[in-house]
């Protein structure tokens, strides 16, 4: 692990691009197949799930360090990261252990959820003994379940087609899903015909790029295919040898979640892939995005949520068709090819994506102003010609939301940050009011400036009233705009409401607390945006 730890030194040393990507080609050179193989999957967070509480460790540090517990929680408080934390409160032993591969700890942290408690102690405290250094840190990070390299998944592809001499298309096909190192090795995934023989994988999804007020005055609408943006999961449904596997763009195999999709094995072409919004639709229009999140993250999909929950994917392109990869194909021939197969198909599980027509950019933009209107977040800009790239690849596919909904709220409670940011109040909640009360409603930690954030922390520090652990609830004072995509009813909720991707648009430093939102407010905007 020891030339995996110097990588990591390396990258996290520097922010720049072409430095990490030749920092990881350098490492790729350097080390035995199975040792890359295991790194590989580390560095695209395909990590040991943790076997190991954090409560314990921390009382197992406190020990080790012969230090009260106190001390550890207040030291992981001010640091911030778990991790870090237990590599400087553990004592500097001298590391005369006998080095261990990535695939030993993979083996022992697997295995480890087996283990007894007695068991899990004595070999997290051997380690400790054993470790020291940025081998520490990195081993303190996978049993907390918290590694993250530095690299996007992104700079190693680029990385491994460099070294492998292959196309970062190719790669990215390749180490695609949730595949488990120590169940393949590195041949076998980097295998030239591991693309015909991994018949269950998607092709990586091709993303645009949020559009450019310059967009507009330099390009033709003729030369575009338009759609509504839909708020769904996007998705890969495939039909290979009667088999049929559904994939989200967050590369997690999603075929048993949606049941009603499985008759589509008797029904699509062999060698279909189809690229779309997988959305919960009833009654010929979509339902709200939150109906569908009932159904996510349950083990079980029962009868009951089938029905209250209906899913269809509504489809914008063919990837694949007769087992033929088609990705090169301008879009307008894909999108002919896939309207065939619906047609032939006349499935009420796949939908076409509707093309929408306009005379000009004025007609689109207006269309986009009013979206929720008919209920989709904007609009897809797709170019006629483009083939299906990889990745977010300027030039052929953007975005065009709508505005976000908006509310005036105050700050209410602050909480620090991780990481570089713990050591400032980063992550806040915010309320508005009800009557003489304020109810919260939101948490948002993103949207302030380096300075504003430094601003609020001095603040913060300065207005505290009570503390709750890492919690500081504050003087009501400062009103921040909160932007955010939809707004639906919860249960969980003390104000009712629930709103998607919030994050602080402004800091409205020309308001009182008194101007700030009412929660009768957040329900208007309920009952005409209910999503």
């Known amino acids: 692990m020891r030339k995996f730890a110097e990588l990591f030194d390396t990258l996290d040393s520097t922010t720049k691009t072409n430095v990490k990507v030749q920092a ?9 197949k199975e040792e890359l193989l295991f790194s590989i999957a580390l560095l695209i967070g395909l990590k040991p799930k943790r076997a190991f509480k954090t409560t314990l460790l921390r009382e197992w540090c406190a020990e080790i360090a012969e ?32 080095e261990k591969t990535l695939k030993v700890y993979f083996n022992e942290l697997t295995e480890a959820h087996d283990w007894s408690l007695g068991q899990q102690k004595e070999y997290v405290l051997n ?27 992104t700079l190693v592809v680029r990385a491994l087609a460099h070294f492998l001499q292959e196309e970062t298309s190719t790669i990215s096909h390749l180490i695609i899903g949730k595949w488990n190192p120590l169940e393949i090795t590195f041949d076998s995934l980097f295998n030239q015909n591991a693309i015909e023989s991994k018949e269950h994988l998607p092709y990586p ?23 509504k943006k839909l708020d769904g999961i996007r998705g890969e449904i495939i039909l290979r040898n009667n088999q049929i596997y559904i994939w989200s763009r967050g590369e997690d195999l999603l075929t048993d979640k949606f049941p009603e999709f499985d008759p589509l094995k008797n029904l699509l072409p062999h060698g279909t892939v189809i690229d779309g919004e997988i959305i919960p639709w009833k009654d010929g229009e979509p339902l709200p995005f939150s109906t569908m999140q009932t159904r996510i993250g349950r083990k079980n999909v029962t009868k009951k949520y089938l029905e209250e929950a209906p899913l269809v994917m509504v489809c914008y392109d063919l990837l694949e068709e007769n087992g033929k990869d088609i990705r090169t194909y301008p879009l307008t021939e894909r999108r002919n090819k896939l309207i065939k197969i619906l047609e032939n198909l ?7 994506s ?48 709508t505005q976000p909904l908006s509310i005036d709220a105050v700050l209410l409670y602050a909480q ?52 709750f652990g890492p919690v500081r609830s504050v003087k009501p004072e400062l009103v921040f705009e909160i932007a955010f995509e939809g707004i639906s009813e919860s249960t969980r909720h003390k104000s009712g409401v629930a709103v998607r991707f919030p994050r602080i648009a402004r800091w409205r430093e020309d308001k009182s607390v008194n101007e700030a939102n009412t929660l009768e407010d957040l329900n208007d905007l309920l009952a005409k945006y209910k999503n």
């Open 24 to 32: 990881l080609v350098n490492y790729f050179k350097i080390v035995n």
């Open 67 to 98: 230090i009260p517990l106190w001390l550890v929680e207040d030291s992981y408080y001010i640091v911030g990261d778990l991790a870090e934390t237990l590599a400087l409160l553990i004592p500097k032993h001298s590391n005369n252990s006998q």
């Open 127 to 153: 380690n400790w003994k054993m470790l020291s250094g940025t081998d520490l840190f990195i081993f303190n990070k996978l049993i907390t379940g918290n590694l993250r390299v530095g690299v996007s998944k």
């Open 205 to 227: 999804f091709y993303l645009a790029y949020a559009v450019e007020e310059s967009f507009f005055e330099s390009e033709n609408i003729q030369d575009f295919i338009l759609e």
């Open 346 to 352: 006349n499935s009420p599980l796949l939908l076409l």
């Open 354 to 401: 509707e093309e929408m027509q306009f005379s000009n950019w004025e007609e689109a933009r207006f269309f986009r102003d009013n979206a929720r209107d008919y209920q989709c977040e904007g609009l897809m800009i797709k170019r006629s010609n483009s083939p299906y790239e990889v990745g977010r690849k300027k030039g052929n596919w953007y975005k065009f939301k």
């Open 416 to 467: 620090s940050g991780s990481g570089r940011r713990s050591n400032l109040f980063t992550d806040y909640t915010f309320a508005v009011w009800q009557d003489d009360q304020l109810v919260p409603f939101a948490k948002a930690y993103s949207g302030l400036t380096d300075v504003e954030i430094n601003k609020v922390d001095r603040w913060v520090k300065r207005n505290t009233l009570e503390k």
